[in-house]
Each structure stands twice: as C-alpha cells, then as structure tokens.
C-alpha cells in the first residue's frame, strides 16, 4: 500500500482464472515479474482459485481492499468461488460485445448479484475479425448508428449500458489494412 501511495483499494480483481509458473529466484532477480516460458509461450501452472479467493478476503478483513472480484472467470469457475467463499464476488471483468455477447454469464452474475464490467466494449480488431468482423466496418451497426445519429463506438457503448453492463471503453487497434483505416477508427472510440 506504501508503493501505491495508497490507504486502501477500492476494488481487487483477480485477474484471470489461469496461472503460470514464476520464474526461479535467480531469474527473477534478472527478468522481473515475468512467467517462465518454454518455446516463447508461457509455462501453464494450475492452482486452487480457493486458496487466492481467501487470501483476498484477508485483504478486506485487514481494511486494505474495499471489494474483491475476478476477471475472465467463467459461470463454472465463478460458481466454485461462491461455493467456497465468505465474501461474495463483488464484479467479473469479461470480454463483451456484439461478438462476444457473453449473455449466459451476464444472466448467471445478475442471479446472483455480482456486477459485470466489459472491457474490450469497442471490439477487438484482431480477435473481432474471427467473431464477425471489426464492428466499426459492420453494415448493418452503421445503418443503426446512423438512423440514431451517433457514431458506432455511441451505439455500442449504449448496448452494454442498455443491459446493465459496466464498461470499459477500450479498443486495441489493429491495423487493417491502411494506416488511414485506423486512424478513422481510433478517431470513433
């Protein structure tokens, strides 16, 4: 808390539900925070979302974290922290749009009281492509973005908002094929 500056944390998230194995202590003194990797991928390492759930209510017992949460966890792995909790999961951070509209999730987190945050809200170009295609080149959103007159990064953001998803207005550009292209992109989000 002395490095953030910080008296307490509003919201902690666990950030995915996957781990990788830590470098040795002689690595890490070399490469810092990084996993260990094998043929330029990260080493997978299993462990018990149980162990770090408790570990994270300690933090809120202590008055250091106000609320804590996950991101990236799906219904299954979600259900196996609640069913193992004292403190309930305050939010999910998950990837949400046209293309990935997560509604069996968003209804399961609403049953039980947990909010939902979007991030990648905007699309994610690269990923996006394999899911329909970028949203902002999308006919049938810029008919709708235009007949409401409000630009297709408006439009997206109101569907979420629309469903009672919090979001994240975040868009990684990819480069799709021009450098113009993007620019017109990134001049919508």
Not at 47 to 63: N, S
Not at 64 to 70: D, F, R, T, Y
Not at 127 to 140: I, M, P, Q, V, Y
Not at 179 to 187: G, H, I, L
């Amino acid at each position: 808390m002395d490095r953030l500056g910080l008296d307490y944390i509003d919201l902690y998230l666990i950030h995915c539900p996957w781990g990788h194995q830590a470098l040795s202590e002689d690595e890490e003194k070399n490469f810092g925070g990084r996993p260990a990797y094998k043929d330029d991928c990260p080493i997978p390492n299993s462990f018990d979302h149980r162990e770090m759930w408790k570990a994270l209510e300690d933090a809120v017992d202590a008055g250091l974290v106000k609320e804590i949460g996950l991101s990236n966890f799906d219904n299954s792995q979600v259900q196996y922290i609640l069913d193992q909790c004292r403190i309930k999961p305050f939010n999910n951070q998950v990837e949400i749009h046209p293309w990935i509209d997560q509604s069996e999730l968003v209804d399961f987190h609403k049953q039980n009281d947990i909010s939902v945050t979007s991030f990648m809200s905007l699309g994610r170009a690269g990923r996006s492509a394999a899911h329909g295609g970028n949203l902002f080149e999308n006919e049938l959103l810029d008919k709708i973005a235009k007949k409401y007159k409000v630009t297709i990064a408006q439009l997206l953001l109101k569907y979420q908002l629309q469903r009672g998803i919090i979001i994240v207005p975040k868009r990684k550009l990819v480069q799709m094929s021009t450098p113009k292209d993007t620019r017109e992109n990134s001049s919508q989000v």
